[in-house]
């Protein structure tokens, strides 16, 4: 069964870090490429950070540059995002998606993907 299950989610304060994980089992993600989405309320679901096969390109939304880092152990079939300094804007649900959109500027503007987890809640509030 193919699937991606995200976790790492939490309440965190302004100025916080949380590190998320996608984990992917019934596939291997070595081919595909990942890419970090998030959904707050009432706003469209968004491309937050992609990332390539292999490792060679990442792309990040201009909102969370210099904050967030994706990464991704093809080993361990997962691939995580680093956030840093975070903004109570930065409060939505979090999913991970697999896609064979080579390009990770055009896999983070679009959610037409064959692949997505159920999604992790990140909450940024004192």
């Known amino acids: 069964q193919v699937q991606l299950v995200e976790s790492g989610g939490g309440l965190v304060q302004p100025g916080g870090s949380l590190r998320l994980s996608c984990v992917a089992s019934?596939?291997?993600?070595?081919?595909?490429?990942v890419g970090w989405f998030r959904q707050a309320p009432g706003k469209e679901r968004e491309g937050v950070s992609c990332?390539?096969?292999?490792?060679?390109?990442?792309y990040y939304a201009d909102s969370v540059k210099g904050r967030f880092t994706i990464s991704r152990d093809n080993a361990k079939n997962t691939v995580y995002l680093q956030m840093n300094s975070l903004k109570p804007e930065d409060t939505a649900v979090y999913y991970c998606?697999?896609?064979?959109?080579?390009?990770?500027?055009?896999?983070?503007?679009?959610?037409?993907?064959?692949?997505w987890g159920q999604g992790t809640q990140v909450t940024v509030s004192s």
């Open positions: 998606a697999a896609s064979v959109i080579t390009s990770v500027q055009t896999m983070c503007a679009t959610t037409r993907h064959a692949f």
């Open positions: 990332i390539s096969t292999s490792n060679s390109s990442t």
């Open positions: 019934g596939f291997t993600v070595d081919y595909y490429a």
